[in-house]
């Protein structure tokens, strides 16, 4: 026996886990004679996070088992395995947001030679079925690599019975109980509809809605200001639909907010029209089916009327915990967000029960630290690793139409942190060369870099306004990560003719006060 404990004593703490499945191993053949079935990891939630984690415990030799289920939006969509990001997410927009691309591309083409008619029109049923279509792909993709790894698949709805149970229910009411030494719980999130609003709920779409739509949306409302409804509303001008957003407040909240209004200053320019410091009130279904949405103006008091062929609310988003029973768990949340309570190691106020991804409180709702976070913990949980996943210097990109990517702190959150005088802000206005000949307008198309201002001016973050922003933004998020300073920044070689070149020429200052418009090729 004390052999055998040598053998299994390793750095990492698997002695801990394995000691532990060998007793559970006893427990779990006990509980499936009872009719439950026993699990070294159950996770709870098919989304991104949720199948890394499982995907890499399974490979690791784990007996690991997911549960998804997904509740049709009040309008009825439904969709398969994969959570937000494959499904009503990253993909389906990203892929939208080609294809209004390709529309301005067309308007280019006649400056590069290319006989093209101004007027193409754009077939939204088509482009519809085609994003679909691909969706379903990497739905059944998730589906053959679980089985691959031997994950057991179970779809159904999932509640707590205890802190090693589960209870789920199928979609025709058959129960199944679950038991496991360590639960993973990475359940995201969904819209949030404004249910105080008349007719929101009956009338309105979400982002859970908007990319399996059939036909075209027509003529659009976009209600919020967020990275998810500037995305949607950047698309829809782009596919030529008469668009709007009616904002209450500021736009990209948690955004660097100079880059924010260069955002939507670039939108307005180029078509979406704008209802700055309104909010609804009321939305009516007219007789010919047309939405009538009443509004009001916060500064002046006054009241408004418009009519739309369709509502989308994109005013933030709730976690999906509220019925999993958590409580019977004794696992705390923040009563007012309502997501997760966690510590460094992903660890609830229950040792053995995790939370990840969207569902985490303090956790950002982005996918790729959402499939990292999964990863890393599976790799604790069976000793192979005692990283951490690190929340910091995480780059992002907004899909606008002039597209927004950062990484690292905000010019605003850096002068908080650092005060002023101790912050160093270089900047650049650039045109793309692909703009010259299309005589494209570039106003809008401008980089910062925020940087400690003692030397070697350690590069606090970065930010980048301009085509292919998350590619360009990518790149320099592996030197930001690793310390990178503004002196080994200026010592790179650029690429030339890119836009990332422009990153590397930084070298006007904000405090200067020199003109930061770049001149020369």
């Known amino acids: 026996m004390a052999a055998m404990a040598a053998v299994l004593r390793r750095p990492g703490g698997r002695f801990r886990w394995r000691m532990q499945v060998l007793a559970g191993g006893v427990r779990g053949a006990a509980r499936e004679a009872a009719g439950q079935q026993y699990y070294d990891l159950l996770v709870i939630g098919g989304g991104s996070g949720g199948l890394a984690c499982a995907k890499e415990a399974a490979q690791l030799g784990k007996k690991v088992a997911v549960v998804d289920y997904v509740e049709p939006s009040p309008r009825g969509t439904r969709w398969g395995l994969g959570g937000t990001c494959v499904n009503v997410g990253c993909i389906p927009k990203k892929l939208m947001h080609q294809a209004a691309l390709l529309g301005g591309m067309i308007r280019d083409a006649p400056h590069y030679g290319w006989e093209v008619a101004q007027q193409v029109p754009h ?68 819209p949030r509809y404004p249910t105080h609003i008349e007719g929101a709920l009956e009338h309105g779409i979400t982002s859970d809605d908007i990319f399996w739509l059939k036909e075209s949306p027509g003529k659009t409302l976009v209600v919020g200001a967020s990275y998810v409804a500037l995305e949607c509303a950047g698309f829809l001008t782009g596919l030529r639909l008469d668009t709007t957003v009616m904002m209450r407040s500021i736009p990209l909240r948690g955004f660097d907010q100079q880059m924010s209004s260069l955002v939507t200053e670039h939108m307005a320019s180029h078509g979406t029209q704008f ?22 103006d916060l500064a002046s008091g006054r009241e408004d009327v418009g009519t739309f062929d369709t509502v989308l609310w994109a005013v933030g988003r709730v976690p999906e915990t509220r019925s999993l029973n958590l409580e019977k768990a004794g696992v705390n949340t923040n009563p007012n967000s309502q997501k997760i309570l966690v510590d460094a190691q992903e660890a609830t106020s229950v040792p053995h029960i995790y939370a990840i991804g969207d569902a985490a409180e303090g956790r950002p709702e982005l996918t790729p630290t959402a499939i990292m976070a999964g990863r890393l913990l599976a790799q604790r949980l069976c000793g192979q690793s005692s990283d951490l996943m690190d929340y910091d210097n995480v780059p992002t990109t907004v899909f606008t139409p002039l597209e927004y990517g950062c990484v690292g702190l905000s010019e605003e959150e850096a002068v908080a942190r650092h005060g ?12 793309p060369l692909e703009f010259t000949v299309a005589e494209r307008d570039a106003s809008q198309c401008y980089i910062k870099m925020v940087c400690l201002r003692e030397p070697p001016q350690l590069v606090l973050g970065l930010h980048f306004l301009g085509p292919n922003a998350g590619e360009v933004t990518q790149g320099f998020a592996l030197g930001i990560k690793c310390g990178a300073s503004y002196a080994q920044v200026m010592q790179t070689v650029g690429i030339h003719p890119t836009c990332a070149e422009e990153v590397a020429k930084l070298r006007i200052s904000k405090r200067s006060g020199l003109d930061p418009t770049v001149t020369g090729c």
């Open 420 to 431: 002023e005088e101790h912050v160093e802000v270089y900047h650049a206005y650039y045109k």
């Open 123 to 190: 077939d939204w049923r088509k482009m519809a079925e085609a994003v679909q279509n691909h969706v379903k792909s990497l739905n059944w993709g998730h589906r053959v690599q679980l089985q691959d790894r031997k994950v057991k698949y179970f779809n159904i709805k999932a509640s707590f019975v205890n802190e090693h149970m589960v209870c789920g229910v199928t979609k025709g009411g058959k129960e199944t109980l679950l038991s496991a030494e360590h639960i993973v719980i990475a359940t995201g999130g969904r």
């Open 275 to 296: 209802l700055r410091g309104c909010t609804p009130s009321r939305v009516r279904k007219l007789p010919d089916g047309q939405l009538q949405v009443t509004w009001k």
